[in-house]
T-cell receptor, first 109, second 112 residues
Framework: KNEVEQSPQNLTAQEGEFITINCSYS?????LHWLQQHPGGGIVSLFM???GKKKHGRLIATINIQEKHSSLHITASHPRDSAVYIC???????????FGTGTSLTVIP | NAGVMQNPRHLVRRRGQEARLRCSPM?????VYWYRQLPEEGLKFMVY????????ESGMPKERFSAEFPKEGPSILRIQQVVRGDSAAYFC??????????FGPGTRLTVT
């Protein structure tokens, strides 16, 4: 079983829709990260969270430490949001980052 | 402040050749991490280095792979005698602490 599980694996949405991507983890963490990867592209860090909620533009990330769960929301989705979104956690023991397998999002005009 | 730099961005090697991937961390960052992303798979941790020291190499294959982060210059991930299964995207990340990491653009290695 992976330390980080994401759902859904694939998501197709119409432009303007509200999107939610979920992440659950099984290890103790010092922080949770949401990353974005465009096809053939590099990785961009969107958020780092250790509690509560963060907002950046149309993106919102929340974390519930007790339930070991985080969500990434995209409001008013746009085709340029099409990318793979990856959840990752910094374990609070050792030095490792654990990654989810990613959610591939396609937003259709 | 330039971000994490990786070069080359694309690397083609024939089976049996050596591949050298370079990573220049962000200015002031002394922690470097290497990750591999195999086709259709997620990112996997390979190795964590600080200047002149390997801190954790638990994700490195036992043979043919090595990494260094010298006192001066970039971190190097070296793959000897490459095989087709080594074809992947290799990402480097750097950090000031172990919590927040900044990723480079990646090197896409193709072994023919």
């Amino acid at each position: 079983k992976n330390e980080v599980e994401q759902s859904p694996q694939n998501l197709t949405a119409q432009e303007g829709e509200f999107i939610t991507i979920n992440c659950s983890y099984s290890v103790g963490i010092s922080a949770l990260h949401w990353l974005q990867q465009h096809p053939g592209g590099g990785i961009v860090s969107l958020f780092m969270l250790s509690s509560g909620k963060k907002k950046h533009g149309r993106l919102i990330a929340t974390i519930n430490i007790q339930e070991k769960h985080s969500s990434l929301h995209i409001t008013a989705s746009h085709p340029r949001d099409s990318a793979v979104y990856i959840c990752a956690v910094s374990a609070n023991t050792g030095n490792q980052f654990y990654f989810g397998t990613g959610t591939s999002l396609t937003v259709i005009p | 402040n330039a971000g994490v730099m990786q070069n080359p961005r694309h690397l083609v090697r024939r089976r049996g050749q050596e591949a050298r991937l370079r990573c220049s961390p962000m200015k002031g960052h002394s922690h470097v991490y290497w990750y591999r992303q195999l086709p259709e798979e997620g990112l996997k941790f390979m190795v964590y280095l600080q200047k002149e020291n390997i801190i954790d190499e638990s994700g490195m294959p036992k043979e043919r792979f090595s990494a260094e982060f010298p006192k001066e210059g970039p971190s190097i991930l070296r793959i000897q005698q490459v095989v087709r299964g080594d074809s992947a995207a290799y990402f480097c990340a750097s950090s000031l602490t172990t919590y927040e990491q900044y990723f480079g653009p990646g090197t896409r290695l193709t072994v023919t």
